[in-house]
């Protein structure tokens, strides 16, 4: 059975390629990483712009039904005269 090559050891047989591949391993996996993350947060935000997109179409609707309200308001308390 070896030993386990304690940490000094490790870096002073690292070459500069080992050292370069690792790096360009490393930030393979954090792209992944961002890129799971970004995901996750469409998958998450996608429902919520729908909601919001619907209720606007709502809110719109009840605006003008609101608007038309008004304006019939407005002919009866000026009355049958001015019709």
């Not at 996750?40 to 009840?62: T, V």
């Given at each position: 059975m070896h030993p386990k090559p304690k940490a000094n050891d490790l870096a002073g047989s690292l070459t500069k390629q080992d050292l370069h591949n690792m790096e360009e391993r490393l930030i393979e996996k954090m792209r992944d990483m961002q890129t799971e993350v970004?995901?996750?947060?469409?998958?998450?935000?996608?429902?919520?712009?729908?909601?919001?997109?619907?209720?606007?179409?709502?809110?719109?609707?009840?605006?003008?039904r609101i608007s038309l309200l008004e304006e019939r308001l407005n002919e009866i308390g000026r009355g049958p005269k001015h019709q």
């Open positions: 970004l995901h996750a947060f469409h998958n998450w935000a996608r429902p919520s712009e729908i909601k919001s997109r619907a209720h606007g179409a709502n809110i719109a609707g009840l605006e003008e």
